[in-house]
């Protein structure tokens, strides 16, 4: 089955600057990749995503590439704010409606 | 638009007791997904229900694990009888099905068994 690497596991930076999370998957028969973010009493709520026929996405101050071939992708945060601070999820899933298997988190820390 | 609606958001029990979460899905979304997400992890797919048919239950632990969605709305996941190790959250999401992607989530369920 999916296995999903995330790094890294804790990740803090000063307000305004720029966080990068990264994942790796193994089943290169997989074409969606969501992130979600998740704040503490919360369930996952999806920021972003893209699928395997596109190498870039991006909507305000963030966006995720994907390379098929190294068969990883990441997720770029410009411009943080102490808001960002949360855990983000990436996953990823075979196709339309299928399980997502999530990585093991990053616990974003922005300060002030 | 309300969100996928879950209940209880808390549930405190013994081991051995039994304990039901129950979860209703955006209106319109066939497909609905049961998750548990242990401390510090990502969650992980229990089972997942296309309309009213279970179609991948393959990680849900059969001899004390059932779950139902009758009707195709509304779902309901049991464990009877609880054990510690199943304290987590639980969270239930859905989908629009036919092709469509997105999973939204609710809010779980956290459950602790002492």
């Known amino acids: 089955g999916e296995n999903v690497e995330q790094h890294p596991s804790t990740l803090s930076v000063q307000e305004g600057d720029s966080a990068v999370i990264k994942c790796t998957y193994s089943?290169?028969?997989?074409?969606?990749f969501p992130w979600y973010k998740q704040e503490l009493g919360k369930g996952p709520q999806l920021i972003i995503d893209?699928?395997?026929?596109?190498g870039e996405k991006k909507d305000q101050r963030i966006a995720v590439t994907l390379n098929k071939t190294a068969k990883h992708f990441s997720l770029h945060i410009t411009e943080t704010q102490p808001e960002d601070s949360a855990v983000y999820f990436c996953?990823?899933?075979?196709?339309?409606?299928?399980?997502?298997?999530f990585g093991g988190g990053t616990r974003l820390m922005v300060k002030p | 638009e309300a969100g996928v609606v879950q209940s209880p958001r808390y549930k405190i029990i013994e081991k051995k007791q039994p304990v039901a979460f129950w979860c209703n899905p955006i209106?319109?979304?066939?497909?609905l997904y049961w998750y548990r997400q242990n401390l510090g992890q990502g969650p992980e797919l229990l089972i997942r229900?296309?309309?009213?048919?279970?179609?991948?239950d393959s990680q849900l632990p059969k001899d004390r694990f059932s779950a139902e969605r009758l009707k195709g709305v509304d779902s309901t996941l049991k464990i009877q009888p609880a054990e510690l190790g199943d304290s987590a959250v639980y969270l239930c999401?859905?989908?629009?099905?036919?092709?469509?992607?997105?999973?939204?989530f609710g809010p779980g369920t956290r459950l602790l068994v002492l």
């Open positions: 999401a859905s989908s629009l099905g036919m092709g469509a992607e997105t999973q939204y």
């Open positions: 089943d290169s028969a997989s074409n969606y």
């Open positions: 893209i699928r395997s026929n596109v």
């Open positions: 996953a990823a899933s075979r196709s339309a409606g299928n399980m997502l298997t």
């Open positions: 209106s319109g979304h066939n497909t």
């Open positions: 229900y296309e309309n009213e048919e279970a179609v991948d």
